[in-house]
C-alpha cells in the first residue's frame, strides 16, 4: 500500500490548488481516503473524506474545499479555493482502516497508511 500525495505549493489568499493522492495496492472502492493538515505544534486536523457512499468535510473548509476521485487513476483529489493564510499547513493523505461514518472520519488513529504530506502555503 503506498499514497504519494502531490500538488501544494506557494498560492496567494483568495487562490485555488488542487492537491492530488495517487493510490497504489488497493482499490478505491474498497476503503476511504481522507486529507489531513498539521501545523508545528498542532495536532493533525481531520480536512475531509471520501469513500464509495460519502463525503464529508471540516467546518473550517466546507463550502471552498472540494474531495473527489478518479477511480481510473485511483487518484482522490483535494480542490481548495478561496484559501485563507490560516489554510497553510502540510497535507496529508490516508487511507482509512475501513468505511467510516461520520463521528469517525477526523481521528487520525482511524488510518492506517499515510502519505509523505505536501506542503501548502497561503501568503501574499
Known amino acids: 500500500v503506498q499514497l504519494q500525495a502531490s500538488g501544494g505549493g506557494l498560492v496567494q489568499p483568495g487562490g485555488s490548488l488542487r492537491l492530488s493522492c495517487a493510490a497504489s495496492?488497493?482499490?478505491?472502492?474498497?476503503?476511504?481516503i481522507g486529507w489531513f493538515r498539521q501545523v508545528p505544534g498542532k495536532e493533525r486536523e481531520g480536512v475531509s473524506y471520501?469513500?464509495?457512499?460519502?463525503?464529508f468535510y471540516a467546518v473550517s473548509v466546507k463550502d471552498r474545499f472540494t474531495i473527489s476521485r478518479d477511480n481510473a487513476k485511483n487518484t482522490v483529489y483535494l480542490q481548495m479555493n478561496s484559501l485563507k493564510p490560516e489554510d497553510t499547513a502540510v497535507y496529508y493523505c490516508?487511507?482509512?482502516?475501513?468505511?467510516?461514518?461520520?463521528?469517525?472520519?477526523?481521528?487520525?488513529?482511524?488510518?492506517?497508511?499515510w502519505g509523505q504530506g505536501t506542503l501548502v502555503t497561503v501568503s501574499s
Open positions: 495496492g488497493f482499490a478505491l472502492d474498497d476503503y476511504g
Open positions: 471520501i469513500n464509495i457512499s460519502r463525503k
Open positions: 490516508a487511507r482509512a482502516a475501513s468505511h467510516l461514518i461520520f463521528s469517525e472520519w477526523w481521528t487520525p488513529s482511524n488510518y492506517h497508511y
